[in-house]
């Protein structure tokens, strides 16, 4: 496993206040690892104080209300971090990682804990692909309750992907831009496809990591082309996140409120702002 990449706790405030209720869609969480141990073959090592007091304190500084706590990959489907982070925080809801191990006890049990989705990591760098046919049936049970589905998936993957994830009905998130080659700009093949998967009623996009894909070292307008045309292709079901602590960073880590303006730069009018910041996660999440 390679080493965590330690968390700025310097956040600063936006250069302007989001609208109220604006939501923070993906932070993860950690805790001391004799609690929370790490799965086998996890591809990083969980800092312990980046935990959900320290995630709340962040979205504070931001002027964030709401939050959504996302398992982290390194804990695979031992779920117990997400679902103690959620008690006593009315304001945040938890994506989980599940399989077929996964109880309908244990489901039940998350969603009465503020538990909305589950996220499938199809990107094979996080060494926890789920089977084709694994993921339709969790797809299955996680529609009787209501929960949306988050895909993490880059480049030639998606186009693996392309059939299997044609089929499912429930609301389908495309998570991280689908980590976009932006030299390829808003044409790139992988843009275009995921563009067109937005055309279906169902899909939904989370606007963040362009601080990943950047070629630059600030700003990051290379990637705000590509950002703002999947915000126009689905207003109605675009969203955003930090996606803090920034686990797994290769390079000089931008502080939280660059993450907030970048969106202020791709969504510039007001009620578009509004609808990914606060509407938008409302509807998703079930807040």
Not at 28 to 41: C, K, L, S, W
Not at 223 to 232: K, L, M, Q
Request: charged residues 25%; proline residues 8%.
């Amino acid at each position: 496993m390679s080493a965590f990449s330690k968390f700025r706790s310097d956040t600063r405030k936006p250069a302007e206040p989001p609208p109220p209720g604006s939501c923070d869609c993906q932070a993860h969480v950690f805790g001391p690892i004799d609690r929370y141990p790490t799965r086998p073959g996890a591809a990083y090592v969980p800092d312990a104080e980046a935990n959900a007091d320290a995630v709340e304190s962040m979205h504070r500084t931001l002027g964030l209300q709401r939050g959504v706590f996302v398992q982290a990959t390194a804990y695979g489907t031992d779920n117990r971090i997400v679902v103690d982070a959620l008690k006593g925080r009315p304001n945040y809801r938890g994506i989980v990682i599940m399989d077929d191990n996964t109880t309908d006890r244990d489901l039940r049990a998350m969603h009465e804990a503020g538990v909305r989705g589950a996220r499938f990591n199809f990107w094979k760098q996080l060494k926890i692909v789920p089977s084709a046919t694994s993921f339709e049936r969790s797809i299955a049970r996680i529609a009787e309750l209501g929960w949306h589905a988050r895909v993490h998936a880059v480049g030639e993957e998606w186009f693996e992907l392309k059939t299997l994830l044609s089929k499912p009905k429930i609301p389908m998130v495309i998570d991280h831009m689908g980590h976009p080659e932006v030299k390829g700009g808003v044409d790139h093949p992988t843009t275009r496809l995921l563009r067109d998967m937005l055309k279906r009623e169902n899909w939904w996009v989370m606007i963040s990591n362009a601080d990943r894909v950047t070629a630059q070292a600030k700003v990051w307008d290379d990637v705000a082309p590509i950002a703002r045309s999947f915000i126009e292709a689905a207003p109605d079901r675009a969203i955003w996140s930090t996606d803090w602590p920034h686990v797994m960073y290769t390079r000089p880590m931008p502080n939280d409120a660059e993450l907030l303006e970048f969106l202020y730069l791709v969504a510039p009018d007001a009620a578009v702002r509004r609808k990914v910041l606060a509407d938008n996660p409302v509807r998703l999440h079930g807040f």
